[in-house]
Structure formats: structure tokens, C-alpha cells
């Protein structure tokens, strides 16, 4: 008995230190971006800022046109989710519940590209891009989407399979199409993952750094994550500053996390354990 | 009956071609954005093309030049695959210990879980600015908790060999998300199997070795597969944090490709370079795969070797 209780004091002490080192790096940032400048660069450092300047909030985020930046990162991530949510709900569905000739050959293909690479496609894309005089335009971050997403279809093909047939049978005496089932049967009775794949498809596109990186010159056209690098080649040195807007740009995929949290890890055990 | 069986034909006829129908914006996609892209890399790797002129045809120089006379390409490829050796399976075996303590029947299971969730969500450029300022010699966050332990911690990001170690930190802070996978694994493992060997007298290592890692072998497995694959691509966090430096010592293998393709414009090389990324985790990926025969467990399998 007391050995147990011993060992579950070492769980709770192992947990609580890792909690702390996991919370630490956020702990420090918003430290940071309530600091002083020159309280920034003190040795050691002061862990709650004195003064605390709010103040670094507001004028962090005038110095560049962060509010255009978050409008840029609004319409590529909106414009990519709708994308990759409806095309890859009809082609999961043509995958789980329609039978025809070549669809497993074709599902196969759907697979192997999930574990492709996206560099090895990158240059030609560019090229592409470029005569069709799409550069420095959110096309080619969006238009890709826009013809669904193989590990999206994946996972709506998975759950879409689970969905009983019985319930289509019915819909056929009554008279509905292939096509109406997956409208007004199918989809309805998949909230689930389409709330993951919206989850998934926003946080891949909110972070996403490269192909903004590459695709886009101009600063009216900066995502946030652009933005967020053009500053830092700017402000290098003022980290509270840095920080600050850091912080504010993470901020939406938190407050998604905690409001769909439990969405989050359904679909990350769904997809990551089978 | 004659009409019954026509009708059935024009029913099937019907769904193959509203299967083809709503498949084809992925097959689409997949010729436009996988398939001509793909050949077409392959194409270029083998010319010389600044994307002013015309492509000129130069044969295998690309590869020639990539594996035996550009030392920074190997170099980049060698750090890339060192940075992952290291960094993956530190994080499976961080992200099971942390899934073995919190499926021990605790309180607060959904906070702890929450918090070492978190930070698996977020990256990118912001995370990759938290991160040096964190490493920050001078002013950082962990070289203030070092000297409070009355450690002098190194220069991180701006020493050369401490800042490949900078990213395999930086990687384990989001743990969690691995974690997360092998929390949902354990808790589907049968608890009479785990009866049965308390039964038989077998303490925590015994149930560890025997129960709880072949049982989970199948997600283990995933989960390396998809890191590794993942991890090979390390691009933001080195552009941000050191962009390559110092002397080279971060120029992981995209870095190196970004530069040659949209810093000189050189982009058959950086096909070249493209490609043999893609054979190199295409060769790992099967080498992953052969090994999983030997110790991943699946079952409803019969085991032909001994138990």
C-alpha cells in the first residue's frame, strides 16, 4: 500500500514538472512581451515584467499592417478549408459508398500520394503558377485545395464506411439518388469529422509558412506568418515586440483548441491509431 | 426479367459514372498537381535553367554535381537525417512514458492532457520566434533556468554543435501530439490481459515488455513512419531560428533546396536536389517497413517465430 502511494506521488511529481516545462516557453513569451525593452535584456531575467507595459500590444501591432495580414491569412485559410471540406467529402464518398470499375486502383493512388513529398512537385508548380500569371496572388494557395486533400479523403472515406447502409436502402425505395443519399443522408450524420477535418485543414493552413513563402512577394499580400517574418527581419532585437504579435498570431488556433478540444483529439487519435 | 436485369445494368451504369463523376476533381488535381509536376521535375533535374533563358539539357551533371561535388548537398542530407535519428525516437519514447503515467487512473487526466496537447497544435513562424528567444544566450529563458542550477549553458542556436541539439529540444516541447495517439492505444488494450499476467506474478517491466509494448507495436510503427517522413522536411523552424547557420551547421536539406531553387534560380539543380529527397525517404520509408516485420505485433496474426 504505501509502495503504491509512493509511486503515485512520482507520477503526479513526474506530470506536474513536465506541465511546467511545457507551459514554461508561453509563460515566457507573454512575460517577454510585457516587458520594457530594456528590461528585456536584463541577466537575470525578471519573470513578472515591473512596470508591465501594455502598451507594447498596440503599438507591436501598428507597425506593420497586421490587421491586412490577418485578413490575407482569413481568406487563404477559409478559401483552403471550404476546398479541401466539400471536394474531399465527394470524392471520400465516391470512394465509401459507390461501386464501380478501377475505384480501388484509384484509391490506392489517393494513398500514395498522402505520403508524397510536396517539394518533389514544388518547381514544376511554381512554373506553372507563373505562366499563368498566378505569382503574388493567393491562387496558388488556395486553387490546390480546391481539388480535395488525399489525407482528408482518407479520413471522411474511413467514417463514411462506418455509416450503415440501411439507412440508404430506405432512401432508394423512396425514391432518392446516389447523390441525394450522400446530400441528405450521409453528410448530416458526418458532422464529426467534418469538424476535424475543418480543425485539421485550419491549423495546417494557419501555420503554414512555405508556400506563402513562395508564393507571395508583396507585402499587401502577406499572410500572417509573413508578415510575422518581414517584422522580425525589421524589429530583430525587439523582442518584446516580437513577442507580442508572436502571440497574438498564435492566439485564434488556441482559442480554437480550447473550444473544439475534444474534436481535436478525436480526430488525432482517429487518424494516428488504427 | 429480361427488363429487370436491363434496368439493373443502366443502375450500375449509372453509379460508375457518378463514381467517376465525383472523383474526378482529386484525379484532376492529382494529374495538374502530383503527376505532370512529378515528370516534369524529373525533366528539369537533368537541364541547366535559370528560368530566363531555355533550359539547357545537361544529362546526369546535376547528380554528379550533387553527390560529388557540392559537399554542402551531402552535408545538408547527412544533418537532416542525423537531426531525425535523434529526434524521432526521442519523442516516442517521451511521448509514451508521458501516455504510460497519465493512464495509471489519476485526477485530472483531461488538464494534464490539455496541457501537454498544446503545444502539438501550434507551429510555424511564431513558434520558431518563441523558440529563439528562448535559446537566446545571452537572454534566453533556458540558459536563465540553467544558471540558477549554477549551469554556464551554451550559445544554442549560434554554436555549432550545440544547435542541432537546439532543435531536437524544440521538437520534444509537442510531444504531445504522439502522446495523445499512444493514450487512445492504451486505453484499448484489454485489462484481462493485464489480470492474467498479475496472475502469472508479473511486475511492471514484465507487463511493460510483454503486454503493453506489443500491443501497441502497430501504432508505434505509425507513428515513426509518419515522423519520420515528416521530420526529414524540417524547413520554418531553421528558416527562422538560424537560417542555416552558424556555418552551415542548421542548412537542413529543404533550406538548402529553397536557396537553389528561389535564391540563385538554379532550378535544375534544385530538382535534382527534389528527387533525391524523395528517393531517400521513399529507400528509408521501405527500410522502416521491412523492420516492422520484426517487431511489430499484429493481432489475429500467428506468430511463426517463437513467442
Request: net charge positive.
Amino acid at each position: 500500500m504505501r509502495k503504491k502511494f509512493s509511486s503515485k506521488i512520482l507520477v503526479y511529481f513526474l506530470l506536474i514538472s513536465g506541465s511546467i516545462a511545457v507551459l514554461m516557453p508561453f509563460f515566457w513569451m507573454l512575460s517577454t512581451s510585457l516587458k520594457k525593452l530594456s528590461h528585456v535584456f536584463r541577466f537575470p531575467p525578471e519573470f513578472i515584467p515591473d512596470p508591465i507595459v501594455w502598451s507594447n500590444y498596440p503599438e507591436a501591432l501598428t507597425q506593420l499592417p497586421f490587421g491586412l495580414y490577418f485578413i490575407n491569412s482569413i481568406l487563404v485559410t477559409g478559401g483552403c478549408l471550404l476546398g479541401e471540406l466539400i471536394v474531399s467529402a465527394i470524392v471520400a464518398y465516391s470512394f465509401a459508398r459507390l461501386r464501380w470499375k478501377g475505384r480501388d486502383f484509384i484509391f490506392i493512388i489517393c494513398l500514395s500520394t498522402m505520403m508524397l513529398p510536396r517539394q518533389v512537385t514544388l518547381i514544376p508548380e511554381f512554373i506553372i503558377f507563373k505562366e499563368l500569371g498566378l505569382l503574388d496572388t493567393f491562387w496558388p494557395l488556395i486553387l490546390p485545395s480546391w481539388f480535395g486533400n488525399p489525407f482528408y479523403i482518407f479520413l471522411m472515406r474511413q467514417y463514411f464506411l462506418t455509416i450503415s447502409t440501411e439507412l440508404d436502402d430506405a432512401a432508394v425505395i423512396d425514391g432518392c439518388s446516389k447523390f441525394g443519399i450522400f446530400w441528405r443522408i450521409i453528410l448530416p450524420l458526418s458532422t464529426p469529422v467534418l469538424a476535424t477535418v475543418a480543425i485539421f485543414s485550419f491549423q495546417y493552413n494557419w501555420n503554414d509558412f512555405f508556400r506563402p513563402l513562395i508564393f507571395l512577394f508583396s507585402n499587401e499580400n502577406f499572410t500572417l506568418a509573413l508578415g510575422l517574418r518581414f517584422f522580425q527581419g525589421n524589429y530583430g532585437t525587439q523582442w518584446n515586440y516580437l513577442m507580442a504579435v508572436s502571440l497574438i498570431v498564435m492566439l485564434p488556433l488556441i482559442i480554437v483548441f480550447f473550444v473544439a478540444q475534444k474534436r481535436f483529439i478525436q480526430g488525432v487519435v482517429f487518424t494516428g491509431y488504427k | 426479367m429480361n427488363k429487370l436485369s436491363l434496368k439493373n445494368l443502366n443502375k450500375e451504369k449509372r453509379e460508375t459514372i457518378l463514381g467517376w463523376l465525383m472523383v474526378s476533381p482529386f484525379l484532376i488535381g492529382f494529374v495538374c498537381f502530383t503527376a505532370i509536376p512529378m515528370i516534369a521535375s524529373l525533366i528539369i533535374s537533368f537541364t541547366e535553367w535559370d528560368m530566363l533563358s531555355n533550359p539547357e539539357w545537361i544529362g546526369f551533371d546535376n547528380y554528379k554535381t550533387l553527390f560529388f561535388e557540392d559537399p554542402l548537398a551531402l552535408h545538408s542530407l547527412n544533418i537532416t537525417i542525423l537531426f531525425t535519428i535523434v529526434s524521432i525516437p526521442l519523442n516516442i519514447v517521451f511521448g509514451l512514458a508521458l501516455a504510460m503515467l497519465l493512464n495509471t487512473s489519476i485526477r485530472g487526466l483531461s488538464i494534464f492532457r490539455t496541457i501537454f496537447y498544446l503545444p502539438a497544435i501550434l507551429s510555424g513562424v511564431a513558434v520558431a520566434l518563441m523558440w529563439r528567444w528562448i535559446f537566446s544566450s545571452e537572454f534566453g529563458l533556458l540558459n536563465a533556468l540553467l544558471s540558477i542550477i549554477g549551469i554556464e549553458g551554451p550559445a544554442w542556436l549560434t554554436d555549432r554543435i550545440w544547435v542541432l541539439p537546439s532543435f531536437v529540444i524544440m521538437r520534444l516541447w509537442s510531444v504531445g501530439g504522439g502522446m495523445i495517439i499512444y493514450l487512445a492505444g492504451l486505453q484499448s488494450i484489454p485489462t484481462n490481459l493485464y489480470e492474467a499476467a498479475n496472475i502469472d506474478g508479473a511486475n511492471w517491466w514484465h507487463r511493460t515488455r510483454f503486454i503493453t509494448l506489443p500491443m501497441l507495436s502497430p501504432t508505434i510503427f505509425f507513428q515513426l513512419i509518419v515522423g519520420f517522413i515528416f521530420s526529414m522536411q524540417i524547413f520554418t523552424e531553421a528558416f527562422i531560428m538560424t537560417n542555416g547557420g552558424p556555418a552551415d551547421a542548421s542548412l537542413f536539406y529543404l533550406l538548402y533546396l529553397y536557396r537553389q531553387a528561389f535564391q540563385y534560380f538554379d532550378m535544375g539543380y534544385a530538382s535534382a536536389l527534389a528527387w533525391v529527397l524523395f528517393i531517400v525517404i521513399l529507400l528509408l520509408t521501405i527500410i522502416i517497413f521491412k523492420t516492422g516485420r520484426f517487431w511489430v505485433y499484429y493481432e489475429g496474426e500467428t506468430k511463426r517465430t517463437n513467442i
